[in-house]
């Protein structure tokens, strides 16, 4: 005689003795808590307006020191400028910041000390011979069709969480796009003041810095500048509106989105208890009124 | 209580007069079924005591034609007694070639399953037919021994299993100058063992290991071990000869049976066939090694020509040119510059080296013609084995480079490999756990991480380099190796094949028997059955063959190839796993020489 499946419901006769436990009560239970979390989620009340705004300002702000790595490679390979005096200031700078953070944050400093310093800059010196002869025999535009789609799995591989688990992809792919970059570089110096820089800038900045909007404003107005030198003034308004198209119109869409049209993350509207429609449909009846 | 009678044949087709009382008389030992021994007329037997083992079993009054038998006969098998002095035998197993303590079962694996498949309740217990077996086998014997008991008896019994052939063969046998032969022999290949049994000792000595590294001397080692055997052999064969001969001596049948209930025959024959298999082999072999020695004489010119071609080719040409295009973009794929040119150089110094110091040297055409007719003349000593593995070895001398670059190849690529790995892992933020086996996460410093990401990122872009002078070596070596195992076979061929089991069943089956096979007759009164004699299959013949192909396959045509070709695992020949099947027919240990002696002289004492 088949049994009826289990309901997880109180006053109902089942067939089941009463310490049952049911295999599926695990995965239901864990979608109730998804759903919990998803009705709770911070994103579905407008009042979180400014909350969502500053993640995207914040995502934005990683695309940006992004952006910085092909500036300091136009910088060093379509100026051919010497990159040394960059490299010291930008050396000095964050050097600065270190000692200064030294008592704020024991956590990561600690892991920064003057040995480990020392011992990466001597490998980096070492390897970049190595590194800049790794493609050389490519030819340049499979380096910047290459480096470009290293730079999109890099941006999406980013994590901006909290307690940054050591999770190196993001260096790894870094490191990629620059090595692809490195290989048009004509001299060891160059390559190995390129790659110092973008480390620098792209992973011990980011965890020294404290963000706050004078830093934003400042790294902004740098890297607007310098586009406006590079590719004209044309573009960075082009820029600048999309830049403010994103960061005043897209936080309204996305709420409104979560609120109403947010798929629910399991495919089990099947429960004839939990929900009416299915995860396609608007949650509220939208009326045309 | 009801039993069996065994009946043979030529007591069936006699002719006897119609009139005469006939009485069938039988033998059954302790634990055996009755065999009738002898038909006798009723005016002998009569008034005659007869004592055990031995009792009437049946009668047939003059004017019948059915034989009217004593109570409890179920059935009767009929059988055509085998002559013992030509060595046919019944065997309810099938004799074994190899020696049983290196039989190798290929289909079961399973430890437990033998257990149960060994254990005595499972077992359809069959002493008895095998005792009566025993008692067939040496039936003329026991007729011989019951006629001597009743002389009255013997003079109507025309039976004999001796023909004026053997009858001569024991005249001879019992000539002095015969005997003398035989013992200088024996002495002789004492004398052999004695150098042969340290020689081959020390080939196998483990430091050296001497017979894995070169097939020339796996030969040698080979025909060290078959001489040390010859003597061990000779002696066992003698002996059960003397006690076959010493049979009609025994008064007591008590006696008698004691010492045939053990399987002589199947213990015996197998050395037999195994001694005279060697020694026939080993005559092949120089027969075999003439028609080639004279072969290579005769077209010396043509085959050292195009041996100078294809070592030149093969090992010298081909290789620079693969060298030098991998140093150069090969098919188009772009390597990296530095590290294909540092490796390719270094490839191309070794290869002119090598070939200026021994390739150029070997290959020039009149030394190539004078090793080959050193090789034509040494196959016509030491016969074709001997000849095939010189070549075997010389070629793998020549292409030693090619064996090197295969290793420097193969680590550079499998060390690449496992630093990628562990590498990767570090990617993830795991690292490998070595004692408890697995991968687990780790916090890594973030000095270890840029190190380990630059790392692995210059492996990532130098794989592809590694990959194309792995590949290509490989290939190399991989032919080379397909090359080895084609002559290490023909070697193996000629050096086991079981030309006299072969040649044995063509000419008697009854000498080799592989099994018992019982025939339904067709009868009026009581169950009759035709005991026949199932001659050994040749599957079974070749059976270490069989095992030897499929070790072959298993390891060099199989998916595990193909996985060590990926890791980057060391793929060689290892004669001593590969060929260790076919020493089947040799004992692991060769015997020492001074319980030889001991033997002998007990013998002789």
Request: charged content about 20%.
């Amino acid at each position: 005689m088949e049994k009826k499946p289990w309901k997880r419901l109180l006053w109902l006769k089942q067939d089941y003795p009463d310490n049952y436990t049911d295999p599926n009560f695990i995965k239901k239970a864990e979608t109730f808590h998804k759903r919990l979390n998803f009705l709770n989620s911070p994103y579905k009340h407008e009042s979180n307006y400014f909350k969502v705004r500053y993640e995207f300002f914040q995502f934005y702000q990683s695309i940006l020191n992004v952006s910085s790595i092909f500036l300091i490679f136009a910088y060093i390979y379509y100026y051919k400028q010497d990159p040394l005096p960059l490299t010291i200031v930008v050396t000095v700078v964050v050097s600065c910041l270190l000692m200064s953070k030294k008592h704020d944050n024991p956590l990561f400093v600690r892991l920064l000390n003057l040995k480990s310093v020392i011992i990466i800059t001597f490998a980096m010196l070492t390897l970049t011979p190595v590194l800049k002869s790794l493609s050389k025999t490519t030819a340049s535009d499979s380096i910047w069709t290459l480096s470009f789609w290293l730079t999109l799995m890099y941006i999406s591989a980013l994590s901006n969480t909290k307690d940054k688990k050591s999770s190196n992809v993001s260096t790894n792919l870094l490191l990629a796009v620059v090595t692809a970059l490195a290989s048009r570089l004509s001299s060891t110096t160059e390559v190995f003041c390129f790659l110092y820089i973008c480390i620098q800038v792209n992973v011990l900045l980011p965890n020294l810095i404290v963000p706050s909007y004078l830093l934003a404003l400042i790294s902004n107005i740098i890297v607007y500048a310098v586009i406006t030198q590079i590719l004209g003034w044309h573009y960075t308004i082009l820029i600048l509106s999309t830049f403010l198209l994103y960061i005043i119109v897209l936080p309204h869409w996305f709420i409104y989105w979560q609120i109403n049209y947010r798929m629910l993350e399991d495919g089990d509207g099947r429960d004839e208890k939990d929900c009416l429609i299915t995860s396609w449909d608007a949650k509220r009846p939208v009326l045309n009124c | 209580m009801s039993f069996c009678l065994f009946w043979p044949d030529h007591l069936k087709e006699r002719r006897f007069s119609d009139d005469d009382d006939l009485i069938a008389i039988c033998i059954a030992l302790k634990g055996t079924d009755r065999v009738v021994l002898d038909i006798l007329r009723e005016g002998l037997v009569r008034g005659c005591d007869i004592e055990s083992p031995y009792s009437i079993v049946g009668v047939r009054k003059g004017g019948d034609s059915g034989w009217r038998l004593i109570d409890g006969v179920d059935c009767v098998v009929e059988f055509k007694a085998p002559r013992s002095t030509m060595l046919e035998f019944f065997s309810l197993e099938p004799i074994s070639l190899s020696l049983p303590e290196k039989r190798m079962d290929s289909k079961v694996s399973n430890v437990n399953f033998i257990k149960i498949s060994e254990n005595k309740r499972y077992f359809n217990d069959n002493t008895r037919f095998k005792r009566t077996l025993g008692l067939i086998n040496f039936y003329y014997t026991y007729l011989m021994a019951f006629h001597k008991k009743y002389p009255r008896f013997a003079e109507s019994s025309l039976t004999s299993d001796k023909n004026i052939f053997g009858m001569m063969i024991d005249l001879l046998r019992l000539n002095l100058v015969y005997q003398w032969v035989g013992k200088g022999f024996f002495y002789i290949t004492v004398s052999f063992a004695l150098i042969t049994n340290p020689l081959s000792k020390f080939l196998n000595w483990n430091l050296l290991n001497l017979v894995n590294k070169s097939a020339t001397i796996q030969q040698i080692d080979l025909r060290c071990q078959q001489f040390s055997y010859f003597p061990v052999q000779y002696l066992r064969i003698n002996e059960n000869v003397s006690i076959r001969k010493a049979m009609p001596r025994f008064k007591n049948y008590a006696e008698a049976s004691e010492g045939l209930r053990k399987d002589l025959p199947s213990n015996y024959y197998p050395d037999y066939i195994r001694f005279y298999n060697t020694v026939w082999l080993m005559l092949n072999d120089i027969s075999f090694g003439m028609i080639l020695g004279s072969f290579l004489l005769q077209y010396s010119t043509q085959i050292a020509n195009f041996a100078h071609t294809f070592i030149n080719g093969y090992l010298y040409s081909l290789l620079k040119l693969v060298t030098i295009s991998l140093a150069h973009n090969p098919f188009g794929i772009k390597l990296n510059e530095e590290l294909a040119s540092f490796l390719s150089e270094l490839f191309l110094w070794i290869i002119e080296f090598s070939y200026s110091v021994f390739i150029k040297r070997v290959s020039a055409v009149d030394n190539l013609t004078k090793i080959i007719s050193a090789v034509a003349n040494l196959s016509c000593i030491f016969g074709a084995t001997f000849a095939l593995s010189l070549l075997i070895d010389c070629f793998s001398f020549l292409s030693l480079h090619i064996r090197f670059f295969y290793l420097i190849s193969r680590k550079l690529y499998h060390w690449q490999l496992n630093i990628m790995s562990s590498l990767f892992n570090l990617f993830c933020g795991k690292k490998f756990n070595v004692l408890r086996n697995r991968v687990d996460h780790h916090n890594f410093e973030i000095d270890q991480l840029l190190l380990g990401t630059l790392l692995f990122i210059i492996l990532v872009f130098l794989l592809p380099t590694v990959l194309a002078f792995y590949s290509s070596y490989t290939i190399f070596q991989l032919g080379m190796l397909t090359l080895e195992i084609i002559f290490e076979s023909t070697i193996s061929l000629l050096n086991h094949f079981p030309l006299f089991a072969l040649l044995l069943r063509i000419k008697d089956r009854r000498r080799i028997p592989g099994g018992i096979a019982l025939r339904y007759n067709d009868s009026d009164d009581i169950l009759r059955l035709k005991l026949l004699n199932k001659p050994l299959p040749v599957s079974l013949m070749f059976q270490p063959f069989a095992l030897l192909m499929k070790q072959i396959k298993y390891n060099y045509c199989s998916s595990i190839i193909v996985n060590k070709l990926i890791k980057g695992l060391p793929i060689t020949v290892d004669r001593n796993k590969l060929y260790q099947v076919l020493y089947s027919s040799l004992p692991s240990k060769p015997i020492n020489i001074e319980d030889l002696y001991n033997s002998t002289h007990k013998k002789n004492n």
